[in-house]
């Protein structure tokens, strides 16, 4: 048996401008935070193998610091002598932007479908892959046969990809996604497979059956987001996955997973109406009363189409600790009967 750690949508770069043109606490590090620490059990030798599912960045332009920094903390497990494998998801546009720190011969990059060839504690190991596909509902099986993976002669086959699944939910509100265009059909993942393992959806789960409640050939594993991404996630669990995985000769046992948590910070929406606004102390005592690291969306509702907003960004800032991020949202005003 070996063990291996799946992380995915680390998204470095998320709230973290090239050239920031307002002084204001910057979530990029917190990514950046519970991405060194998703590696943590990888730098400590306890596991063989780190695959990660994709969205390594946020955006697809990455400077040349920015892929730096993503790099550097696989790289060094690299040099420790750890394998580490990487599908592009569709943040970074299916590639990932890095044509000489990705050469090193443990840190692997699929560029397209593929196969490679791990023996961890002398395990005969296939991990197939392949860069985000558009249209993946239409194209996985193709996709799949690609890579090669079935082919490969293997105690345990793996496939990681980027990449929505029959039956994963997303949301407060549990949306399903059902097959289509770009989902992949529960019906259309092969035998032969110790487990799928997948990014792009942030919300932790392990899907077992598709919808119409038929078994899936493999559990398909999404270790879910590193940190939360929107306020749709305010609700979710975030961290890593660990796995133990034995050999047969189906393919191979998924034999235990475990979701190592992260510390998110909090996420709180706070509603105000127009006709009820509190002053600037009052407002200042309710956000004190809040996790002084949460980030909060303050939205006011009923502002007549004339009427100003009563706070800017910068005074919501002023009244919050340091240690704060906030927002303000407005919902559309109607139009009044002058405008009409």
């Known amino acids: 048996m070996f063990r291996l750690l799946l992380l995915a949508d680390t998204h470095v770069g998320f709230d973290l401008p090239r050239r920031p043109r307002?002084?204001?606490?910057?979530?990029?590090?917190?990514?950046?935070?519970?991405?060194?620490?998703?590696?943590?059990?990888?730098?400590?030798?306890?596991?063989?193998?780190?695959?990660?599912?994709?969205?390594?960045?946020?955006?697809?332009?990455?400077?040349?610091?920015?892929?730096?920094?993503?790099?550097?903390?696989?790289?060094?497990?690299?040099?420790?002598?750890?394998?580490?494998?990487?599908?592009?998801?569709?943040?970074?546009g299916s590639r990932i932007p890095c044509p000489l720190l990705c050469r090193h011969a443990l840190l692997h990059v699929f560029r397209q479908p593929g196969t490679l060839a791990f023996t961890p504690r002398g395990i005969a190991v296939a991990l197939g892959g392949f860069p985000f596909v558009r249209q993946v509902g239409l194209n996985f099986r193709k996709t799949l046969s690609r890579s090669g993976l079935l082919q490969q002669a293997a105690q345990v086959r793996l496939l990681v990809m980027h990449q929505s699944v029959e039956g994963a939910?997303?949301?407060?509100?549990?949306?399903?996604?059902?097959?289509?265009?770009?989902?992949?059909?529960g019906a259309d993942l092969p035998a032969g497979l110790a487990a799928v393992m997948s990014g792009h959806?942030?919300?932790?789960?392990?899907?077992?059956?598709?919808?119409?409640?038929?078994?899936?050939?493999?559990?398909?594993?999404?270790?879910?987001?590193?940190?939360?991404?929107?306020?749709?996630?305010?609700?979710?669990?975030?961290?890593?996955?660990?796995?133990?995985?034995?050999?047969?000769?189906?393919g191979g046992t998924l034999v235990r997973q475990r979701l190592v948590r992260l510390p998110a910070r909090p996420m709180v929406l706070l509603e105000l109406s127009a006709q009820d606004l509190p002053g600037e102390p009052e407002l200042r005592r309710r956000l004190a009363d809040l996790p002084n690291d949460a980030v909060v969306r303050l939205t006011i509702h009923g502002l007549a189409p004339d009427q100003p907003a009563p706070f800017s960004a910068m005074s919501l800032r002023a009244l919050c600790p340091p240690t704060?991020?906030?927002?303000?949202?407005?919902?559309?005003?109607p139009l009044s009967a002058l405008a009409v």
């Open 324 to 333: 704060m991020n906030i927002e303000l949202r407005l919902p559309p005003r």
């Open 22 to 92: 307002v002084k204001r606490r910057r979530r990029g590090d917190d990514f950046l935070r519970n991405y060194r620490l998703a590696l943590e059990p990888a730098r400590r030798g306890e596991v063989d193998l780190v695959v990660h599912g994709g969205d390594l960045f946020h955006r697809r332009d990455a400077d040349p610091g920015l892929v730096q920094l993503a790099l550097e903390p696989l790289l060094e497990l690299a040099e420790r002598g750890v394998q580490v494998a990487l599908v592009p998801g569709n943040h970074e």
């Open 201 to 250: 959806i942030h919300h932790h789960q392990v899907l077992t059956h598709d919808l119409r409640g038929k078994r899936l050939s493999a559990p398909v594993l999404y270790p879910g987001s590193v940190e939360r991404t929107a306020f749709a996630e305010r609700g979710e669990p975030k961290g890593y996955l660990l796995l133990d995985i034995a050999p047969d000769a189906a």
């Open 169 to 185: 939910k997303v949301g407060p509100v549990d949306f399903t996604f059902r097959p289509g265009r770009d989902v992949v059909r």
